[in-house]
């Protein structure tokens, strides 16, 4: 048995096929974890989501920004034209358990690996963790808002869901703010400051933090626990680096033309294709 962690789909079916020929992934033995945006942008997320539900014992995915907005959009009847992407999705007859098995996905994953180095604790998000949780806070805070998506109000958070404030972190935080908030940290954090606020505007690579932040895994974390290994996606403009080894990012610009990569997790060994 293997685990396999693959970046960004985004809805390049063909590109994920391949990949999963490359390793040779076997569904009643491997197991492949999913860093969130599996559709929008590609050409076939019909395609993409529809091969993900029918894996689903070996699947694990967690949700991203791009899947949270599917969800939001589908909500509108008739559905908004403006993803031509994500067209043919919302007019599949098939929609409505493709899009339950969506918005059924969990914020956080993690799992004991067993590598090649003894035993290991990885944790799967899209975006990544802010340095001013701990890794138990994540894992509280992701629940909750899992459990908000899959409730019967879920249409008034997804509709709610939009925008950059509150831009920094309190506990104090309720209602459809703090959701936003929980939801902009696991979804769509690139530059973060030590104190938490985010910068959620600008999306270059690392080298281009604004004044006053930095890409949030360059950050102290904070050390109540013990260490594990984050896998995370979303940003593509990274093209897989961090400088470090407990933090790894999966999103190598698949859907702009460049490569997707999985990496098998017990010996980091890394599978890439061409994305055309």
């Not at 396999?4 to 789909?9: F, L, M, R």
């Not at 409505?96 to 990885?122: K, N, V």
């Not at 050390?223 to 290994?229: A, G, N, R, S």
Request: glycine share 6%; proline share 7%.
């Amino acid at each position: 048995m293997a685990t396999y962690a693959v970046g960004d789909i985004q809805g390049c079916y063909d590109p994920l096929n391949r990949l999963l020929d490359a390793c040779h992934f076997d569904p009643a033995a491997d197991q492949l974890w999913v860093v969130g945006d599996m559709v929008n942008r590609g050409p076939d997320s019909l395609a993409t989501l529809r091969l993900l539900q029918s894996l689903d014992r070996c699947v694990v995915a967690v949700l991203g920004n791009h899947d949270l907005h599917l969800l939001a959009v589908a909500l509108d009847n008739p559905p908004q034209q403006s993803n031509p992407t994500l067209k043919q999705l919302l007019e599949a007859k098939d929609r409505a358990p493709l899009l339950d098995w969506l918005r059924q996905r969990p914020f956080l994953h993690e799992a004991l690996i067993e590598t090649e180095s003894g035993p290991e604790q990885m944790v799967m998000t899209h975006a990544g963790i802010p340095p001013i949780w701990s890794l138990t806070e994540a894992r509280s805070h992701a629940q909750e808002a899992a459990e908000l998506l899959r409730g019967k109000n879920h249409p008034r958070y997804l509709r709610g869901m939009y925008g950059n404030k509150p831009d920094r972190w309190s506990p104090q935080l309720t209602g459809i703010a703090r959701f936003r908030a929980i939801t902009n940290y696991f979804t769509r954090m690139r530059f973060c400051a030590a104190d938490g606020r985010l910068e959620l505007t600008v999306k270059e690579s690392s080298a281009a933090a604004p004044r006053g932040f930095a890409p949030w895994f360059t950050l102290p974390m904070r050390h109540d626990e013990p260490p594990y290994t984050l896998l995370f996606g979303h940003w593509a403009a990274l093209d897989g680096h961090t400088g470090r080894n407990d933090r790894l990012a999966l999103d190598t610009g698949c859907v702009w033309g460049r490569r997707m990569t999985m990496l098998r997790l017990e010996d980091r060994h890394p599978f890439t294709v061409a994305c055309r």
